[in-house]
């Protein structure tokens, strides 16, 4: 319960702070991508020591199928991370509204594609992007890895290289969860592409674990 409760607030966090800075500062390229990257290096060695700080479907795959949790965790760290990144997107609609915008015009933060990319570059860049992040996060979580308590800043810095390339793409996911939770609020086109930010990041996650375990031997 402890683990759930500590994914369920990292990504509330992820999911409020990255969107909301996305939100609110007009998409500025540079400070989104710190929002996201810092989210996580808060949340890192905050909840870090009693879930390890997945917050992330993708992350949580990658990390069942290397079998460092079991399927059941996973199952109950997807359903605690959709939870936390639905009332983060919930909180930040509220937050929107209070300002007297519409979250209907200014949006939520939500991934998409159609206007800088097509679907098949989509799906491309966010299998990509989630490789990257995702092996980053295997490698130096690794038994064998040497990173030690370094581990949540090297995970943020990478987190920030990944927007500095997505946001203008498909304004980045990496996280099904991240790209869910704003999306069931605001419905329209962000349901009906979301599907590419749930599948496209799942697939690069489970790339990752098994290059990392084949090729890199992160695994025991």
């Avoid at 890895?145 to 946001?167: D, F, N, Q, W």
Wanted: aromatic share 8%.
């Amino acid at each position: 319960m402890k683990k759930c409760i500590a994914e369920f607030l990292g990504t509330l966090v992820l999911v409020l702070f990255g969107c909301g800075v996305a939100v609110f500062s007009g998409v500025d390229l540079t400070a989104t991508a710190l929002a996201f990257g810092l989210a996580i290096v808060a949340m890192a060695y905050t909840i870090g020591p009693v879930s390890g700080c997945h917050v992330n479907p993708a992350v949580s795959l990658a990390m069942a199928i290397n079998k460092r949790i079991s399927w059941l965790e996973f199952a109950f760290y997807a359903a605690a991370q959709i939870l936390g990144a639905i009332a983060g997107a919930a909180l930040l609609y509220a937050i929107v509204k209070s300002t007297g915008a519409n979250p209907a015009q200014t949006g939520l933060g939500q991934n998409g594609y159609g206007a800088n990319i097509d679907l098949c570059g989509a799906i491309i860049a966010e299998v990509v992007l989630t490789f990257v992040f995702v092996l980053t996060i295997v490698a130096v979580t690794s038994p064998k890895s040497g990173s030690g308590k370094k581990a949540g800043i090297v995970i943020g810095l990478t987190l920030t290289l990944i927007h500095l390339l997505g946001i203008r793409l498909t304004g980045t996911s990496v996280n099904p969860a991240r790209s869910l939770g704003p999306a069931l609020l605001l419905m329209g086109n962000a349901i009906a592409q979301v599907w590419v930010f749930i599948a496209a990041p799942l697939v690069g996650g489970a790339l990752a674990a098994i290059f990392g375990k084949f090729v890199l031997g992160t695994e025991d």
